[in-house]
Nanobody, 124 residues
Framework: QVQLVESGGGLVQAGGSLRLSCTAS????????MGWFRQAPGKEREFVAA????????YYTDSVKGRFSISRDNGKNTVYLQMNSLKPEDTAVYYC?????????????????WGQGTQVTVSS
């Protein structure tokens, strides 16, 4: 069993930055791919970024490439999402998730464990 707790959300002006954190409890953090998803009001939850447990691979959705960066500190059981050059369309609840998958990392259905979410609001 893995429990995930996100933090770091908030209100920021367009062009600003935020860093989200997600700390996992339980064992074997290093064997989980960690992902970030987001859900805006009235929209489906969508993939944002993931960091696989093997080979250190990272994945991003096209709309955040060059602006967002995912990283993990296995010693702290924590994954981060650094978000720069934020846009109003980035406004959403951001969720951290964990999966044993190593390649199917963009699909919400691949993730067995989810955090409670943290709100990110970008004002124009």
């Amino acid at each position: 069993q893995v429990q995930l707790v996100e933090s770091g959300g908030g209100l920021v002006q367009a062009g600003g930055s935020l860093r989200l954190s997600c700390t996992a409890s339980g064992r074997a953090f290093t064997t989980y791919t960690m992902g970030w998803f987001r859900q805006a009001p009235g929209k489906e939850r969508e993939f944002v970024a993931a960091a696989s447990w093997s080979f250190g691979r990272t994945y991003y959705t096209d709309s955040v490439k060059g602006r967002f960066s995912i990283s993990r500190d296995n010693g702290k059981n924590t994954v981060y999402l650094q978000m720069n050059s934020l846009k109003p369309e980035d406004t959403a609840v951001y969720y951290c998730a964990a999966t044993k998958e190593n390649t199917v990392v963009r699909d919400t259905g691949a993730y067995a464990y989810w955090g409670q979410g943290t709100q990110v609001t970008v004002s124009s």
